[in-house]
């Protein structure tokens, strides 16, 4: 059965799910900053999904990237799996605009992670669901 990393669920809110992936979303309000987990229990690297996992996570990721640039309208999307203090398979999809706290730089440790207010972090997370409405789209409530 398949379990959230304790670390994912408190360092992000669940917005929905797509068919094979959780979407999360980065208790960060410096960057619309999502991760994309895939619901198979004990998978730590992208390779270990069989064929139609992976093929289903492209999708996804380019789902996900694709709505959040049109949304935020972006200049970059940085997609990175790591993986070196939470092994479960979770890629992060950071969108990046040249005026964010961080550009150029990676976004991680460049500035301290900045709360969202309830009302932020409820609009923000209203504005998600409405980018990525689709059949396959299943948001959290």
């Known amino acids: ?11 992000c809110v669940e917005i929905g ?14 960057y ?18 069989d064929g139609d ?25 940085n997609i990175g799996a790591l993986g070196n203090v939470v092994p479960q398979l979770h890629i992060h999809h950071i969108l990046r605009k040249k005026t964010d706290a961080a550009w150029p730089n990676p976004v991680w440790g460049a500035v301290p992670p900045k709360a969202y207010k309830p009302n932020e972090l409820s609009q923000r ?5 409405k980018f990525f409405e689709s059949s396959t789209f299943t948001p959290n409530r």
């Open 17 to 30: 799910s797509l068919s094979l992936c959780k979407i999360l979303l980065m208790k960060d309000a410096n």
């Open 53 to 77: 996992d992976q093929e289903q996570f492209i999708w996804e990721s380019s789902f996900v990237a694709e709505r959040l640039m049109n949304g935020y309208q972006g200049d970059k999307m």
């Open 1 to 11: 059965m398949f379990e959230l990393d304790h670390r994912l669920k408190s360092d």
């Open 125 to 129: 997370i209203e504005q998600l669901a």
């Open 32 to 49: 619309p900053w999502l991760i994309l987990v895939p619901q198979r229990q004990d998978v730590t690297e992208l390779y270990e999904l």
